[in-house]
């Protein structure tokens, strides 16, 4: 289990740290909060990149 930052995911779809907040908040971005801070799961990011951006990763 590999869990990335907000500033790593952005590196990896070429957005802005601002705009994969907003994804993950909207569910969009599958992710976690842990102390406060946001992750993602780079199985989930992944199954999101390969789904074409779904919001269905199961």
Known sequence: MNLLK???VANILKLSKNR????SK???IP???ISG??????????KYI??????DTK
């Open 6 to 8: 907000i500033p790593d």
């Open 20 to 23: 994969v907040y907003v994804l």
């Open 26 to 28: 909207q569910g969009v």
């Open 31 to 33: 992710s976690v909060r």
């Open 37 to 46: 801070s946001v992750r993602v799961l780079q199985d989930d990011l992944e």
């Open 50 to 55: 390969k789904g074409g951006g779904n919001v």
